[in-house]
């Protein structure tokens, strides 16, 4: 079968997992930490609304109600629509997931896992380092603390990080599953004072100034201050540079992984292989 024929009404995941509006930001967190998933259409019965994803709640942590942290009008596709577009689509666009719609009806839901999939059917036999190993590597060291490693990752616009120890040797991986899996919500109650009068205005008296002060309830996602090697994978599925990308799409498949490290014979770092490079080959020609 060639890319022209794989069709996203094929390979699309029927039976979405969808959180309704109204709801809240902590029952999208127990969808995510209970499957594991990275995103969840929003919607009114069938009629596609948003995206909320693990990116919008990591990066907005105070906000709590769905309807503030999702991305309304995503882009979405035709069941028509080859894979090929969808992967290209996915890269240009760096989005993970493709909402699949009937007019502004939900139908299906295209990932970059689906594509992976598909990837691993191609028998491709071209080596990943003909293109697809990713430019830009960042790592962190094992000792980072879980908020900084968030930090990080937010300013280096990567879903997942190698780990590093101090002799320069892969130890393990975390991503924004794992940063999720461990995140806590934090209630806290602030004050604010909106008196009329200041401290420094000589004809404003303590007994008559007129103050204003209002406490409100704060909640927002944290994450705990313990080093990284607490909470990363260490059962690291890697690879070599001369891989074939229709094999590294199987690992990720097998290993349900999004990214795989790529080592040299002293199991030293020296890339990065991630899925949305890997659907790369559903529309890269040789």
Not at 44 to 51: E, H, N, P, S
Request: a negative charge.
């Amino acid at each position: 079968m060639t890319t022209e024929e794989m069709l996203a009404k094929d390979y699309m995941t029927k039976d979405v997992v969808t959180v309704e509006i109204p709801s809240s930001r902590d029952d999208v967190l127990r969808i995510l930490k209970r499957t594991g998933i990275s995103g969840v259409p929003v919607v009114k019965g069938d009629q596609l609304l948003g995206i909320v994803t693990r990116k919008d709640i990591l990066h907005n942590a105070e906000e709590t109600q769905v309807a503030l942290l999702m991305s309304s009008q995503p882009l979405t596709i035709r069941p028509e629509a080859t894979l090929a577009e969808a992967a290209q689509i996915m890269t240009d666009l760096n989005i993970r997931r493709l909402p699949v719609v009937d007019g502004n009806r939900l139908v299906g839901l295209l990932s970059v896992s689906d594509l992976v999939s598909a990837v691993a059917k191609l028998n491709d036999k071209r080596e990943i380092r003909e293109n697809f190993v990713s430019s830009e590597t960042f790592a962190i060291w094992e000792e980072t603390p879980l908020p900084v490693v968030g930090r990080i990752m937010e300013l280096a616009k990567v879903d997942a990080m190698p780990i590093l120890n101090s002799e320069n040797k892969l130890t393990g991986i975390i991503s924004e599953r794992d940063l999720i899996r461990c995140s806590r919500i934090e209630d806290d109650v602030q004050t604010s004072d909106f008196s009329t009068g200041t401290d420094d205005d000589e004809w404003t008296w303590e007994s008559i100034r007129d103050n204003h002060t209002i406490s409100y309830g704060v909640s927002k996602v944290e994450l705990p201050n313990r080093p990284v090697k607490d909470v990363m994978v260490t059962k690291v599925i890697s690879v070599p540079n001369n891989a074939e990308i229709s094999d590294c799409a199987l690992k990720m498949k097998r290993g349900r992984v999004d990214q795989m490290p790529i080592i040299d014979n002293d199991m030293r770092l020296s890339g990065m292989l991630f899925d949305r490079d890997v659907i790369r080959a559903l529309y890269k020609s040789e």
